[in-house]
C-alpha cells in the first residue's frame, strides 16, 4: 500500500514562512505529477498547487500566488510547498497528494493517493 507522508507543518506567525515536504513511505514509488490540497476547519478541501512529475509545469490556485512555490526533488522523490507571506487564513491541514496518471491536476478526483496531512496554523 502506497503512502504519503507530509511534514513541515506547525505554528508560526502572521508573516511568517513555512515548507511542507512529502515523500512516500512503504514500497518503491514511481514519479508522478503531485498536488496539495488543504482543509480549513469547517470547510471543504480545496486545491493549493500542483506540479508535474518532471517539475516543468506548475499550478497554482490565486490566491496563494506569489506567496506559496510548489517543486520537487525526484531523486529524493520528495515534493515541496513553500509558504511565504503566511495569513491566518492560511490555517488548515495541508494534504499532498499523487496521481497515476500524466500531467498535473487541479481537481482531488483526479488523484489516487493521498497523505494523512500535517496542520499548519498561522497566528495574527
Known amino acids: 500500500q502506497v503512502q504519503l507522508e507530509e511534514s513541515g507543518g506547525g505554528l508560526v506567525q502572521a508573516g511568517g514562512s513555512l515548507r511542507l515536504s512529502c515523500a512516500p513511505s512503504?514500497?518503491?514509488?514511481?514519479?508522478?505529477?503531485m498536488g496539495w490540497f488543504r482543509q480549513a476547519p469547517g470547510k471543504e478541501r480545496e486545491f493549493v498547487a500542483a506540479?508535474?512529475?518532471?517539475?516543468?509545469?506548475?499550478y497554482y490556485v490565486d490566491f496563494v500566488k506569489g506567496r506559496f512555490s510548489i517543486s520537487r526533488d525526484n531523486n529524493k522523490n520528495t515534493v515541496y510547498l513553500q509558504m511565504n507571506s503566511l495569513k491566518p487564513e492560511d490555517t488548515a491541514v495541508y494534504y499532498c497528494?499523487?496521481?497515476?496518471?500524466?500531467?498535473?491536476?487541479?481537481?482531488?478526483?483526479?488523484?489516487?493517493?493521498w497523505g494523512q496531512g500535517t496542520q499548519v496554523t498561522v497566528s495574527s
Open positions: 506540479i508535474s512529475w518532471s517539475g516543468g509545469s506548475t
Open positions: 497528494a499523487a496521481r497515476r496518471a500524466r500531467g498535473a491536476a487541479v481537481e482531488q478526483m483526479d488523484y489516487d493517493y
Open positions: 512503504g514500497r518503491q514509488f514511481g514519479v508522478y505529477p
